[in-house]
């Protein structure tokens, strides 16, 4: 009903910065929140940044200062830039929205199939 598709992971040196992009498409009456979430090998999925429909936004302490999430409603994108990456960075990095599916109107979750992020020198 709904695909969310990420782009913009990669391999990039410490202190380096990378843009991640994620759009949603499919059956969408509207987006409320959308957001970034990241995994690393042995460890549980959190959250890295969060951003309402109105623009609020909401990080995680750890990227504080360093990323930025931003949204086009028009678009149905959202964006993560990251800059001053660290090597514990590293992960697997989920876009998230909670959609109104049209036709039904029921709010359900989705997930990206995540793109890898790799900050090495």
């Known amino acids: 009903q709904v695909q969310l598709v990420e782009s913009g992971g990669g391999l990039v040196q410490p202190g380096g910065s990378l843009r991640l992009s994620c759009a949603a498409s499919?059956?969408?009456?509207?987006?409320?929140?959308m957001g970034w979430y990241r995994q690393a090998p042995g460890k549980q999925r959190e959250l890295v940044a969060a951003v309402t429909n109105s623009g609020s936004t909401n990080y995680a302490d750890f990227v504080k200062g360093r990323f930025t999430i931003a949204r086009d409603n028009a678009k149905n994108t959202v964006y993560l830039q990251m800059n001053s990456l660290k090597p514990e960075d590293t992960a697997v990095y989920y876009c998230?929205?909670?959609?109104?599916?049209?036709?039904?109107?029921?709010?359900?979750?989705?997930w990206g199939q995540g793109t890898q992020v790799t900050v090495s020198s």
């Open positions: 499919g059956r969408i009456f509207s987006i409320n929140d």
């Open positions: 998230n929205a909670d959609v109104r599916v049209a036709g039904i109107l029921v709010r359900r979750n989705y």
